[in-house]
């Protein structure tokens, strides 16, 4: 167990629509980070919050939306869904702020997202 | 810029055999290596990592895996597998001490055959 808490494990939902997925990280992590994992574009770093701000972003759409939260948790908001962003969704933390050696990501067991 | 590149994207073993999975990076400048493995239905978990000092890195459950500077390799190893080392294993590469900067590669399958 990672301590990383997703939900909702899955999620099926039709194009056009609007899904929020949300991410408790490690007790005490101050960054979050989301991934989109598909079949055909592997891990994709979508998007980083530290405290509350945004630090860093990837190759996050448009349509794709994220805030952190006081309490630390973050939640990941997919508008206007199309077939092609059906994939696994990945919340990871780190306690790493981007100081000092490279820190270890944890990964929660992901949100799978189907559109149909 | 960085990139990772995982030659293989299924390995197929017998139990107990050794096996490989490669791994060749891109980059300018130092870099950070690392190994994720994610278990079926499960997120990824730090398998080892190479920041600096000895080039050879184990992990707790037999892997290890060699930075090869002039090789741009970072190839992952264990002498004999167990059917519970079946996951998908990813390579990864940062530049730099942000995480959000850490580049996956596309990942390889290993499957083991009892």
């Known amino acids: 167990d990672s301590g990383v808490t997703q939900t909702p494990k899955h999620l099926i939902t039709a194009t056009g629509q609007r899904v929020t997925l949300r991410c408790s990280p490690r007790?005490?992590?101050?960054?979050v980070y989301w991934y989109q994992q598909s079949l055909d574009q592997g891990l994709q770093f979508l998007i980083q919050?530290?405290?509350?701000?945004?630090?860093a972003k990837g190759n996050i759409l448009e349509r794709f939306s994220a805030q952190q939260f006081p309490d630390l948790h973050s939640e990941l908001n997919l508008s206007s869904l199309e077939l092609g962003d059906s994939a696994l969704y990945f919340c990871a933390s780190s306690a790493m702020t981007g100081t000092g050696p490279a820190g270890e990501l944890f990964f929660g067991e992901g949100s799978r997202l189907t559109v149909l | 810029a960085q990139s990772v590149t995982q030659l293989d994207s299924q390995v197929p073993v017998f139990e107990e055999a050794p096996v490989e999975l490669r791994c060749n990076y891109s980059?300018?400048?130092?870099?950070?290596l690392f190994w994720y493995v994610q278990y079926p239905n499960q997120g990824l978990q730090l398998l080892l990592k190479?920041?600096?000092?000895?080039?050879l890195v184990e992990s707790i459950n037999g892997f290890e895996a060699e930075f090869n500077k002039s090789q741009t390799s970072f190839h992952l190893r264990k002498p004999s597998v167990h059917i519970s080392d079946t996951a998908e294993y990813f390579c990864?590469?940062?530049?730099?001490?942000?995480?959000?900067?850490?580049?996956f590669g596309s990942g390889t399958r290993l499957s083991i055959r009892p």
């Open positions: 007790s005490g992590d101050l960054s």
């Open positions: 990864a590469v940062s530049e730099d001490s942000s995480a959000s900067k850490i580049i």
């Open positions: 980059s300018s400048v130092s870099v950070y």
């Open positions: 919050y530290y405290n509350g701000e945004e630090r």
């Open positions: 190479y920041l600096s000092g000895s080039t």
